[in-house]
């Protein structure tokens, strides 16, 4: 669908896994993606996580998860569209990670280790305030990270006020510029605001990006096309239905 290392990016509005089913098979050279996983509902119902009130992405209601039960067959799609010798990378908080991983393995890929991301400030919570996420490290078949010196806890400052739990660019820079060439194809199935994106086209890769949210996709696409990534259209696509297009999501 690309070429060339010039950026480009396609953004579709889809429930992610319908949205992968339309992808090729082999097609796509990493996945970095940020579900807003069950667990979050845990902190929202002991009152640990914070009501978006001046978000301007906000609807000031809770954003609908991505149910645990749904995880195996978002990753046999992400094991189906990823070409063989690539990475995927989960962003997850602790209890998310002993389901995912083992979903993960079933579906084929290798697990690693899970990633530290270092937020440098405590934030929500009554048991010792969380100060970092996981990123699950897999793996289909076998590659070569390209630096061998980095760190398995990436210190990254936590976003202040952007769009409910946005993630760092600088986190997803290392972890593209981990696993991806110049020219190569990264997807986020959940991609929020866009972080992931904005750090592919910085790098020079192609971006594939997908979220049920318009107000996201509007966000990631003006911050892509600042970042001088050209949008390739999607001709026609259904769009998502009007529950699905409230963005709620709880901080974190
Ligand atoms: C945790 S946020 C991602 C934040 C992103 N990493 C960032 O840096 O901005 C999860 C995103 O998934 C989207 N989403 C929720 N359910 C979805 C589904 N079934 N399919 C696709 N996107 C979904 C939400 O609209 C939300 O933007």
Known sequence: MFSGTKPEFQLSGLDAVTWLKKLE???IDLIVTD?????????????????????KASSNQWFEIFPNERFEELFEQFYRVLRKD????????AETMFVAKPIGEKCGFKFWKPIVWDKKKIG???????RYEFILFFEKGKRKLNNLGIPDILEEPRVYRGYPTEKPVGVADILINQSTQSGEVVLDAFAGSGSTGVAAANNGRHF?????????RDITRKR?????????????????????????????
């Open 25 to 27: 098979s082999d097609s």
């Open 35 to 55: 579900p807003p996983y069950e667990s979050l509902e845990k902190h929202r119902a002991k009152g640990t996580t914070t009501r978006l009130k001046n978000s």
């Open 86 to 93: 690539r990475h995927f990378y989960l962003f997850c908080d």
């Open 124 to 130: 929500m919570g009554y048991h010792y305030r969380a």
């Open 208 to 216: 594939l990006g997908n979220d049920i949210c318009d107000e996201a």
């Open 224 to 252: 892509l096309l600042e970042a001088g990534a050209t949008e390739r259209k999607i001709l026609k696509e259904k769009a998502s239905s009007p529950r699905q297009r409230q963005l709620q999501i709880p901080m974190t």
